[in-house]
């Protein structure tokens, strides 16, 4: 039997952050540019290449899905899918779908380490966070559709704060096999039928 093999996790090479400042230099160099951590200003304070490099580590590093989330949230914090704002002025945010909140970090130019391919997966999985703007709480992230849609029902319910038609549609599909509704008539099923066969013998 062939045995699959596993998969290597992430690492950072120190190798690759050698070869980029080496390239960083060599194009400031052919441009005839200073590069930034030699350059000297009485009114600006530019990185030392310790912190150059130092930077361009952080940006290779082994993804943290939480971490990379609340450092991209300034940039998709406009665009979540559902929001609301309490009595009391708090506003909180619902981002569905990992894909989603990927591809809109994308769009607004975020950073995410795409060599870190287990990383990158780990937030197409998710199934969404909630967050409340202008707070320092956590973010919340969610890795099932049902406790995210539950935690986003309590909290309207907690804040007293109604649910939307739509909010309601999505809560339906995710929480109920089938959407509330109302009876049209008090008959039911079987008296239905009675009555249909009744009709048909007169």
Not at 98 to 127: P, T, W
Not at 185 to 197: F, L, T, V
Request: proline share 6%; with cysteine.
């Amino acid at each position: 039997m062939i045995e699959s093999k596993k998969s290597t996790p992430y690492q950072l090479d120190p190798a690759l952050v050698d070869k980029l400042m080496a390239d960083l230099e060599a194009r400031h160099a052919k441009a005839g540019t200073v590069p930034f951590w030699e350059r000297q200003s009485p009114y600006l304070k530019f990185p030392t290449r310790e912190e150059q490099r130092a930077c361009i580590e952080r940006s290779l590093a082994p993804i943290d899905v939480r971490k990379c989330i609340e450092d991209n949230l300034p940039l998709i914090q406009n665009y979540p899918t559902y929001r609301f704002e309490s009595r009391d002025g708090r506003k909180f945010g619902a981002f569905l779908d990992g894909d989603r909140i990927l591809k809109l970090i994308d769009l607004e130019d975020g950073h995410v380490n795409k060599r870190d391919v287990a990383g990158v997966q780990r937030i197409k999985d998710l199934a969404g966070f909630i967050v409340e703007f202008e707070s320092c709480d956590p973010t919340i992230l969610f890795d099932d559709r049902s406790d995210i849609a539950n935690a986003w029902e309590q909290l309207h319910v907690f804040h007293r704060v109604p649910i939307t038609e739509e909010e309601d549609e999505y809560l339906n599909v995710i929480l109920h096999a089938q959407p509330r509704f109302e009876i049209d008539s008090p008959m039911d099923a079987d008296d239905g039928a009675n009555a249909a066969e009744d009709t048909e013998e007169k």
